[in-house]
């Protein structure tokens, strides 16, 4: 199957930092595009959906560039609590491909 | 909310047990999943399934089987379990491509299985 790539970490920021993730994937026919946040030992859980316009929730940015076949994911005023495993998702007919996940550490 | 339950959190088998893992969604999503998740190699889909009694293989389907009789539940079988089926299991679910725009997947809380 096609791959979807994203870079392990661990990213270590302290507490305010901005970061940014990026993720590639080689499916250019893949449609619909996420970030899931995941806990130690919990299900991964969705974190946002990633439009072609590129969307915003509160802190948290995701953008799509198809050209270039990458997603990111920014994260501004990083909290302690949003130390977690990201993963990314891509693919169509419901069918996603997950890379494996950034480990993020937030220090105070 | 959507809700995705599987049977149990912590299992623990013996080498050549039949294993069954069961899924269960409440929100009426046609398409339903199983992966394994395994230290370093990432979310791998062992099985999906688009439709009751429908299934495709994933990238691992090797010593495992599934059943969908019901559209709310996702049944996957490990036949003869082996310790190298040692691993944490989560089930996923989502609506059909042509009822939704995103087809985001939603997990279950996933069950950690070992076998001995």
């Known amino acids: 199957r096609k791959e979807v790539e994203q870079d392990p970490g661990p990213f270590n920021v302290p507490e305010g930092a901005t970061v940014a993730f990026n993720c590639t994937y080689s499916?250019?026919?893949?449609?619909?595009f996420f970030w899931y946040r995941q806990d130690c030992r919990k299900e991964p859980k969705l974190l946002m959906s990633?439009?072609?316009s590129g969307n915003e929730d509160g802190r948290f940015t995701a953008q799509l560039n198809r050209a270039s076949q990458y997603i990111s994911l920014l994260i501004r005023d990083s909290k302690l609590s949003d130390s977690a495993t990201y993963l990314c998702?891509?693919?169509?007919?419901?069918?996603?491909?997950f890379g494996k996940g950034t480990k993020l550490s937030v220090k105070p | 909310d959507v809700k995705v339950t599987q049977s149990s959190r912590y299992l623990v088998k013996r080498t050549g047990e039949k294993v069954f893992l069961e899924c269960v969604q409440d929100?009426?999503?046609?398409?339903m999943f199983w992966y394994r998740q395994d230290p370093g190699l990432g979310l791998r889909l062992i099985y999906f399934s688009y439709d009751v009694k429908m299934k495709e293989k994933g990238d691992i389907p090797e010593g495992y089987s599934v059943s969908r009789e019901k559209k709310e539940r996702f049944s996957l079988i490990l036949e003869s379990a082996s310790t190298n089926q040692t691993s944490m299991y989560l089930c996923?679910?989502?609506?059909?491509?042509?009822?939704?725009?995103?087809?985001?997947?939603?997990f279950g809380p996933g069950t950690r299985l070992t076998v001995l």
């Open positions: 996923a679910s989502s609506l059909a491509t042509d009822r939704a725009t995103y087809n985001e997947q939603f």
């Open positions: 499916n250019s026919a893949s449609q619909s």
């Open positions: 929100m009426d999503h046609e398409n």
């Open positions: 990633v439009y072609s």
């Open positions: 998702g891509g693919g169509s007919q419901g069918n996603l491909i």
